[in-house]
């Protein structure tokens, strides 16, 4: 058992919130495919995501934590553990309809936070104590079972800001919500059941009535770690009174005594509650622990035909956690006897991606933005293979698939959780990929309607060679390449079917090309055409790691002529625009090319086009091509002018006049990159249709290629106005939406973050390279992870086991000393040795 006497590590802080920024936040908590509880920027309970939907919005109608204290000779008063409601839930039909509303609360508070690490700190001169409420899950980069767990851990920090003790009790209280998800809402028999074991007690939420098939049937248990001696009281119902007198039981026999009396409940959704009583001395601190745990095990497949992006069938696929942790208790148990040492375990992790010489706002961005990896946007079937929304509605998925061309953008899943990227590989090429080389871009559900989609799109299709080579290359592992590159290969050759993107094999795709703008591109391009150079320069590599040098040779022909081309013939001396080529037979486009109802109606006069405008990311394959090692696709200078004009066409200050026909992701005085830009009488009449608005996801992508040109300013200026406009008074700093909550494209900043370190990896050779080694820079393998430390010249890795052969610091080569370094374990280099 955790010993709760001990004091847990001190917890990083990256960016504080004041009073006037809390309403927005709501910080996920829970496991890598498991769901999470959100804790609200006030302390309290927000977001229950548990039960195999989103859940925006969805509580518990009780669900919070009580503090009481009372001094020896004096009255005992109790708190609500939340800061002040805002004013705009003052108003409702019938008085304030915010949760709790009639509790007294705090009257002070602000959130500090270091994802997953958020801080509510609570204080009222009026009141004894003053509380910070931590909350967390365990993460540690690579490690997908240490960052999988389904709990929420939440402690209470209670200091006694009296001059004398104070005998305080802290309650947790939560209405049995087994059945309802915010979707579905069945009773079955709920019931709550008192356990307790050491230092641990609490109650378990069951539905033992409720159908065993049901999305939200499953089991919760809410548990209390206290410190040794401490008085533990609890109730499996409140009373069944009227008026409001429920409630004011409750509160009368909080003060009364601190401690509960057990309650009889006939309700549907009993009252579960679990009290722990201590004395606390003038000056001194104590931690009560409250962990949430939890399994829900009926996840359903996303239906994958046709154009139903975010609806389920009744095909039951499961969750790997489930299968891990089928009994809530039982987990909460296991995780309170490790739970020092899973918390340093993610303190370490986060101080070390602190740790890095990053400006502030780029290590947010990427920081912040993993917490879509534990979101609802992505699950890990009962069968083991993770899957991604492309983001979530309120209580859906939003468009399904793990679709290629969006999680196309982001690298941290490769760089950070090697497991979940080679799953999605996996499901790429040896499920969603035909014998033709069709890879459907949306996979479907169960695993038998992986190609069901049937549509392939040229951006996504392009980017997963590049996540392969990726991974490949962080790996070293050449049988996963070897199992992977005949489906590859065909990928790449359908680039050439007749009708298709490149028929004619000269390194350009002039063909109809469906993309991330949900519209088909006819002509050449910058934005489809830069993948498809990525996309050849790794399956070159690729090819030659096969020993199959006529395929290595193709792909550089191809490479070389259609690199030259795109410098000639669509670099306007600024930037890269589009060749709008109608197609007259549109019989002549080939299969699967074309989404129904989604891109132009016509073919001759080809509508919904990029045309001569300036993309946001138009160069988006240089920007994984750099990021990957992969090198230049075109000329430096012109990439250089790009990335450039981008920030000074689309970066715009102030939107008070903006018109946009879409979605508004930006507003008011916020500052933003606009996806398209058009000189006067330049615009199509109707262009593709997100041209006038704003997503983070490719304004990531732009910053990073400003920072890979070595734009550092205009990157900064991007990056620091996405993060001010996710300022939890605006927008929740932990959900960077675009099509959906969670939006997976936007863990594109953990590349500006990666960018700004310019360390990578190499497995086949086993190379660490530090490209600035005058900088404290963060590495990572997919696998483990760690820092270099120029002050003392130190390779250190935190987590995982690092194979290694040699160390680049710059133009000096190093050897290591050892063939492995763990966990733990540093490396101080001696110097230089000859290359």
């Known amino acids: 058992m955790s010993n709760p006497t001990s004091r847990p590590p001190d917890w990083p802080v990256l960016r504080s919130y004041d009073a006037d920024h809390l309403q927005r936040i709501s910080l996920p908590i829970g496991g890598i495919g498991t769901g999470t509880i959100g804790l609200g920027g006030r302390g309290d309970f927000r977001d229950f995501e548990i039960g195999n939907r989103p859940g925006k919005g969805f509580r518990p109608d009780t669900g919070c934590v009580v503090v009481r204290t009372r001094a020896h000779d004096g009255p005992a008063r109790a708190l609500l553990a939340e800061g002040p409601l805002p004013i705009e839930s003052y108003q409702g039909a019938f008085g304030s309809a915010a949760a709790h509303h009639g509790l007294p609360r705090f009257t002070d508070c602000r959130f500090d936070a270091a994802y997953p690490l958020g801080q509510v700190r609570l204080a009222d001169d009026s009141f004894p104590l003053e509380v910070t ?10 490690d997908v079972q240490t960052s999988g767990l389904p709990v929420a851990v939440l402690r209470y920090r209670m200091t006694n800001t009296s001059d004398v003790a104070q005998h305080l009790t802290l309650a947790a209280a939560m209405s049995n919500f087994v059945g309802a998800n915010g979707s579905a809402d069945a009773a079955g028999g709920n019931r709550n059941t008192f356990r307790q074991q050491e230092q641990l007690a609490g109650f378990t939420m069951t539905a033992p009535e409720l159908d065993a098939d049901a999305e939200a049937a499953g089991e919760v248990s809410v548990a209390l770690i206290s410190p040794s001696g401490a008085e533990i ?5 409140w009373a069944d009174l009227t008026w409001g007198s429920s409630l004011l039981d409750f509160w009368d026999d909080l003060l009364d005594d601190g401690n509960l009396e057990e309650r009889e409940s006939a309700a549907a959704r009993p009252i579960g509650t ?13 931690d009560i622990t409250l962990l949430i745990t939890w399994n829900f095990p009926n996840r359903r497949a996303w239906r994958s035909d046709g154009h139903a992006v975010g609806t389920y069938t009744d095909d039951v696929i499961g969750n790997a956690y489930s299968v891990l942790y089928p009994d809530s208790w039982q987990t909460a148990v296991d995780i309170a006897g490790r739970l020092d040492d899973l918390e340093t375990a993610t303190v370490d992790c986060v101080s070390t991606v602190l740790a890095a010489d990053a400006p502030a706002e780029i290590t947010e961005a990427a920081l912040f933005n993993l917490s879509t990896l534990r979101s609802s946007t992505v699950f890990q079937s009962a069968a083991g293979d993770y899957y991604g929304w492309e ?8 468009c399904h698939g793990t679709c290629s061309h969006v999680w196309g953008y982001e690298f941290a899943s490769s760089l950070l959780f090697a497991p979940i990227a080679q799953s999605y590989r996996e499901t790429q090429y040896q499920r969603a990929t035909d014998g033709q080389g069709l890879m459907s871009f949306r996979a479907g559900l169960p695993i038998e309607q992986s190609q069901a989609w049937g549509r392939a799109a040229a951006d996504g299709q392009m980017a997963c060679l590049v996540h392969l080579y990726l991974d490949w290359q962080l790996s070293g592992d050449h049988d ?3 199992r992977h590159w005949p489906a590859a290969k065909r990928t790449l050759e359908f680039c050439w079917i007749p009708g298709g993107w490149d028929a004619d094999q000269d390194g350009v795709m002039e063909g109809v090309q469906h993309n991330t703008m949900d519209v ?23 090819a030659t790691a096969m020993a199959d040098p006529e395929f290595a040779a193709t792909c550089r022909r191809l490479f070389d002529n259609g690199s030259r081309w795109l410098d000639d013939n669509l670099f306007n001396g600024s930037y890269y625009v589009h060749q709008v080529r109608p197609v007259d037979d549109p019989s002549a486009i080939a299969d699967g090319l074309r989404l129904p109802g989604m891109g132009s109606a016509g073919t001759r006069n080809p509508e919904l086009q990029l045309g001569d405008g300036c993309l946001v990311d138009q160069l988006v394959g240089q920007y994984a091509s750099t990021l990957v090692g992969l090198g230049d696709l075109l000329d430096p200078d012109h990439v250089r002018s790009a990335w450039r004009a981008v920030h000074d066409r689309n970066f715009q200050h102030g939107f008070v006049h903006h018109f946009n026909p879409m979605r508004s992701f930006v507003l008011g005085d916020e500052s933003a990159v606009l996806m398209c830009t058009y000189d006067e009488g330049k615009r199509p009449e109707r262009p593709f249709p997100y041209y006038n608005e704003v997503m983070t996801g490719f304004e990531h992508t732009a910053a990073t290629g400003l920072l890979q040109v070595g734009a550092a ?6 990056i620091g ?18 099509c959906g909550h969670h939006y997976a494209r936007a863990m594109a900043s953990w590349s500006a973050y990666a960018t700004w370190n310019r360390t990578s990896y190499s497995g086949l050779d086993r190379t660490l390279t530090v490209g600035r080694p005058d900088q404290r820079s963060f590495w990572s393998t997919g696998t483990a992870f760690g820092d270099w430390d120029p002050e003392t010249g130190t390779v250190r890795v935190v987590g995982g086991e690092l194979p290694i052969r040699r160390l680049l610091l710059g133009d000096r080569e190093h050897q290591a000393p050892q063939a492995v370094l763990k966990a733990g374990e540093q490396w101080t280099v001696d110097g230089p040795s000859p290359r």
Do not use: K
């Not at 009281?233 to 119902?237: A, E, I």
């Not at 009290?275 to 601190?285: D, H, N, R, V, Y």
């Not at 300013?713 to 991007?718: C, K, S, V």
């Not at 106005?721 to 939406?737: C, S």
């Open 391 to 398: 983001g979530t509605a309120d209580r859906s998925g939003s």
């Open 274 to 286: 679990i009290a722990a009583q201590c004395e606390l001395a003038a000056g001194a601190s104590t």
């Open 133 to 142: 409420v931590q909350g967390f899950n365990p993460f540690v980069i690579g």
């Open 721 to 738: 106005a996405i993060r001010a406009r996710y300022d939890g008074a605006r927008r929740n700093p932990f959900d960077e939406a675009e």
């Open 713 to 718: 300013d205009e990157a900064r200026e991007i």
């Open 480 to 482: 996963q390449l070897t």
């Open 520 to 542: 088909e591109y006819y002509g050449p391009n910058p934005q489809m055409g830069s993948w498809y150079l990525a996309a050849l320069r790794a399956c070159e590599e690729m």
């Open 233 to 237: 009281s609890h109730r499996t119902g």
